[in-house]
């Protein structure tokens, strides 16, 4: 993929980069948050890092929920993307507080409490770790893939927002496309989410 061609393409729908980050600058970001950047992501963010799209939404205030600023480790910045990389699982942590339960979790605990413990193990046995790219939208790190699809993560409602990284970025930044994805590789954990739909839940 040109992703120097992709960046001009997203510059001429509102996206602002800063320039590249250096090798080392992606490793200390790898360093710092424990993940390792997917070959397509570095590559992306080896030609320039996107900071804001425009018009800005939500406002610098509420960055977490904007693009995150992997070169930046001051102690404001690493909050708000350590914030951003736990959503994941608080999002599954609400819902369940509110009856949801997955099938695929096994048998529902009757105190709360349990219910709780039993998500936290699935989640940090069964997903892989993701990689916040913009506001709720991550990039798995997956062993041997190396341009995985992009999720939407927002607890039991969740979706595919793009085969690949180029892929979403150009469908939501450029060609604003509410088309379902169809990714060729599936994401463990998340798959069961996204194609369970409702049945798939146990609500009180």
Known sequence: ???????????????H????????????????YGIVFPKAL???????LPVSSDPPNPPPT???????????????????????MDWPLTGL?????????MKAWGERPEAMADRLDVCREVYAK????????YVRSYVPQMDAVDDPPVLSVYGLDTLYMGKNL?????RHFAERSHEAVRPDTAVPFWQNIVTGGCDNFKNE
Not at 93 to 101: K, P
Request: charged residues 25%; aromatic residues 16%.
């Open 62 to 84: 509420l960055r977490w929920d904007w693009f995150p600023l992997w070169n930046d480790f001051s102690e404001e910045s690493t909050a708000i993307i350590r914030k951003q």
């Open 126 to 133: 069964r997903s892989p770790k993701l990689i916040p790219v």
């Open 42 to 48: 570095r590559e992306f963010y080896s030609v320039g």
């Open 17 to 32: 980069f800063a320039p590249g980050l250096t090798e080392t600058e992606l490793s200390n970001a790898e360093e710092c």
């Open 166 to 170: 180029a892929d979403y970025m150009y």
């Open 93 to 101: 942590l609400y819902d369940v507080e509110n009856g949801y339960w």
């Open 1 to 15: 993929m040109d992703y120097a061609e992709l960046m001009e393409i997203l510059k001429a729908h509102g996206v």
